[in-house]
């Protein structure tokens, strides 16, 4: 693929002293969610007013101090949450909502009335800065969007009254920060400065916005470290982030400009947002968390956080979303679960707080509410290989991997049909009505075995003689024939019915329990005349019994 021009490398800062590459993360930032206006507005379907509050409360839950709610000013939903939020007193005495608003002045009014009588706001504005947005959007120069930030400012001042001085603080973000000339926004952050005030008891709020990732990591780095050398009166300043995720390094961008100087971060539970998404608060919080700091955040329970999530914005996890995706402590690998074994095994000798050192895992799925075995849950959009895993973990039944493919379309149209999870319990349902208890087609109405041993070129050879009465599609058939074991003799006998004929292309065999309820349990996969292969288990007693009821399941899946 070549740019032909097209695309070229997005503008490097000049940092020749910079100091953020030998820097340490050694404490959480502030955190702010806009889960509730920048994720809200990248769903399908927007969240309504109810739903806003039960993921409101729960954002407060985690333990976030700051939430912009939304933007009271474009919509009735929004106004009438932002009411209900502060006249239901949904809002903790330490928690700040945040609202954002356009620098006109009925909807500034607008948003004013929507806020009153909250203790504590952060009232959040914005210019496009770019030279992209300055020349398509606006078709004006620099002075010319830097007047109109400034007369933003000076226009919320005007309107705000002796108690909204005190309750509200402000933030100014200038949009599209990433690919603006970085002396420009630093240029027109000061008139903002200028035009507000700022102190130590009142800090001005700097959003510097990846609103498109178009920066590398390191140089979005640079591009903080920049601004925050250049600013003045950096000490009165809170410098936030607010990064996307076009690149796929929304995470990476926000650590570094953490080592840069930046206090605060902006971002959404699992990454949540426009087009690729925003910054993913969960996955930076818990690297925190696995180098030894608190986040100041509670993901004790991830999985109840993921769930409710899902409940509310109607998107899904990937299964490997970092800590909290349905498969990121589980190792399908035979070598990754001996390590994993043998390190928590390892683990159980040592102090409960001891160094975290297991293999495969990068920290203890107990500290976030998951285990290592059971963690995985089955829905319409669920792996065949989770299906498995359950069966085996919950059930004993270790189904080969081939096997696997056919288990997870059999219970992906149950779960279709439920429109819901299924329950490890309903999982082992089906597979038993599946597999062990189908007999749609082929029924074993009787059946004798008898083992004949014969010597042969000095050696001892058995042979298996069968007998059995089955029911083929509702007709009766006695048949009989013999082979080198229970199983191939049952075989050879079906080849008189109309069955189709087969060959058994792989077993395999296990047992299942302990002692006097120690059972086997066989999966045989046939090969029709057809091409076409089939899976079927058998379970007994008698292990051979069990692979001769496989084939049986086999035919039964036909």
């Known amino acids: 693929m070549d740019p032909k021009g097209k695309y070229g490398r997005t503008g490097d800062i000049e940092l020749p002293s910079r100091k953020w590459p030998s820097a340490k993360i050694t404490k959480a930032p ?27 409360d729960l954002l407060v839950k985690i333990g976030f101090k700051e939430i912009e709610i939304g933007f009271p000013s474009a919509s009735d939903t929004e106004y009438d949450f932002t009411r209900r939020l502060i006249e239901e007193n949904h809002i903790p005495s330490d928690v700040t909502i945040q609202v954002l608003c356009q620098s006109r002045e009925h909807l500034i009014k607008k948003t004013l009335e929507a806020i009153k009588g909250a203790p504590s706001v952060i009232f959040h504005m914005y210019t496009s800065t770019s030279p992209a947005q300055r020349n398509y959007t606006f078709g004006k ?59 130590a008891d009142n800090k001005l709020i700097f959003n510097l916005p990846t609103t498109v990732e178009c920066y590398t990591p390191n140089v979005y780095a640079d591009a903080v470290e920049y601004f925050c050398s250049h600013i003045s009166q950096r000490e009165n300043l809170i410098i936030s982030t607010h990064c996307h995720n076009d690149r796929g390094t929304g995470v990476a961008s926000c650590e570094l400009s953490l080592l840069a100087g930046a206090d605060r971060v902006e971002g959404c539970l699992f990454g949540n947002g426009e087009r690729t998404g925003n910054l993913d608060i969960v996955n930076v919080a818990l690297n925190m968390f696995a ?35 349905e498969l990121v402590f589980t190792s399908f690998s035979g070598s990754h679960q001996d390590a994993v074994r043998k390190g928590m095994n390892a683990r159980k000798k040592k102090a409960e707080n001891a160094l975290w050192d297991v293999p495969y895992l990068l920290i203890d799925p107990h500290d976030i509410g998951r285990e290592y075995e059971g963690i995985i849950r089955i829905n319409s959009q669920s792996g065949k290989g989770g299906a498995a895993y359950i069966l085996e973990q919950e059930y004993g039944l270790i189904l080969p991997k081939a096997m696997h493919p056919a288990l997870g379309a059999i219970l992906k149209k149950a779960a279709d049909r439920a429109q819901r999870e299924l329950k490890k319990e309903e999982i082992y349902s089906i597979f038993e009505k599946q597999w062990f208890a189908k007999k749609d087609n082929l029924q074993i109405l009787d059946l004798a075995e008898t083992h004949v041993e014969s010597k042969q070129d000095e050696i001892n050879r058995e042979t298996a003689l069968c007998r059995a009465v089955i029911m083929w599609k509702g007709e009766k058939f006695s048949i009989g024939d013999k082979g080198n074991g229970p199983l191939d003799a049952f075989a ?32 045989v996969e046939l090969t029709l005349e057809d091409g076409r292969k089939v899976w079927g288990a058998g379970k007994s007693t008698n292990v051979g019994r069990a692979g001769i009821d496989a084939i049986v399941s086999a035919l039964n899946q036909v």
């Open 492 to 523: 050879n006998a079906l080849s008189s019915t109309p069955a189709p004929k087969f060959s058994v292309t792989a077993f395999h065999e296990h047992s299942i329990g302990a002692g006097n309820n120690t059972s086997a349990v066989a999966y």
């Open 30 to 56: 502030v955190w702010c969610s806009v889960d509730l206006r920048d994720g809200n507005q990248a769903l399908i379907n927007p969240m309504g007013i109810q739903t806003k509050l039960d993921f409101f």
């Open 291 to 325: 180098q030894g700091i608190d986040p100041q955040l509670d993901f004790t329970n991830i999985q109840n956080i993921a769930d409710e999530f899902c409940r509310f914005t109607g998107m899904e996890i990937f299964p490997r979303t970092p800590y909290a995706g």
């Open 141 to 199: 120069s620099k002075e010319e969007i830097k007047k109109i930030a400034v007369d933003s400012i000076k226009m919320l001042k005007s309107l705000l009254n002796d108690d909204q001085k005190k309750s509200i603080r402000l933030e100014y973000s200038p949009e599209s920060f990433s690919q603006t000339e970085i002396d420009y926004a630093v240029e027109i952050c000061e008139a903002v400065k200028e035009t507000w005030g700022t102190s």
